[in-house]
Nanobody, 126 residues
Framework: VQLVESGGGLVQAGGSLRLSCEAS????????MGWFRQAPGKEREFVAV????????SYGDSVKGRFTISRDNAKNTVSLEMNSLKPEDTAVYYC????????????????????WGQGTQVTVSS
């Protein structure tokens, strides 16, 4: 599957952004979908994951309560709504796909994913 992210940009602290990831192919609903981010000089960090049907969701501790992941299998898209943004949220955000079933306890590690998008930059100014 090929993934293309969009929606990044520059926003002030406290603001909001919505990232989208569009997937190619007809089998989108068979993929567990995740969002990761990577800031300069840091390792890629887990942000959120959503299971195939959208029912199982998990968030990284640093974004819990502020970010919301969702998917639309009819449109082959997964989105990340980001609210109450902080300067430390500044990073390149990546969409990722995994051929597997998310039960709620896995897919928090980048090496569990099979396909990645090119990333979209999010910059939060203080």
């Amino acid at each position: 599957v090929q993934l293309v992210e969009s929606g990044g940009g520059l926003v002030q602290a406290g603001g909001s952004l919505r990232l989208s990831c569009e997937a190619s192919g007809r089998t989108f609903s068979t993929y567990t979908m995740g969002w990761f981010r990577q800031a300069p000089g840091k390792e890629r960090e887990f942000v959120a994951v959503v299971g195939r049907s959208g029912g199982n969701i998990s968030y990284g501790d640093s974004v819990k309560g502020r970010f919301t992941i969702s998917r639309d299998n009819a449109k082959n898209t997964v989105s990340l709504e980001m609210n109450s943004l902080k300067p430390e949220d500044t990073a390149v955000y990546y969409c990722a796909a995994a051929l597997g079933f998310f039960s709620g306890f896995t897919y928090r590690s980048a090496n569990e994913y099979d396909s990645w998008g090119q990333g979209t930059q999010v910059t939060v100014s203080s």
